[in-house]
């Protein structure tokens, strides 16, 4: 059974920094690419990053310059680099493959 498992999440001051990852099991993860998605509460979930399996990524204008997303293939692990954290970056964050779904999240606070 493929999963997703997130992990990183924590309370940080803002200004601060965090590293996400997400592994995914199984032999499916060099297939598809995975994004980092957020949800904060009483809103949509949204894209925050996304990387390919040739490494090519985007990001959302809001954590362009801020975020950096990257792949091990070896480990079968995506990273979100967070760096100058801010209060409105305050969510749950999940990662999304198109094979292996969504994992179950982890919550990011960024206190003021």
């Known amino acids: 059974q493929v999963q997703l498992v997130e992990s990183g999440g924590g309370l940080v001051q803002a200004g601060g920094s965090l590293r996400l990852s997400c592994v995914v099991s199984?032999?499916?993860?060099?297939?598809?690419?995975v994004g980092w998605y957020r949800q904060a509460p009483g809103k949509q979930r949204e894209l925050v990053a996304h990387?390919?399996?040739?490494?090519?990524?985007n990001y959302a204008d809001f954590v362009k310059g801020r975020f950096t997303i990257s792949r091990d293939n070896a480990k079968n692990t995506v990273y979100l680099q967070m760096n100058s954290l801010k209060p409105e970056d305050t969510a749950v964050y999940y990662c999304?493959?198109?094979?292996?779904?969504w994992g179950q999240g982890t919550q990011v606070t960024v206190s003021s």
């Open positions: 999304h493959h198109p094979l292996a779904g």
């Open positions: 199984g032999s499916i993860f060099s297939i598809g690419g």
């Open positions: 990387i390919t399996s040739s490494h090519s990524t």
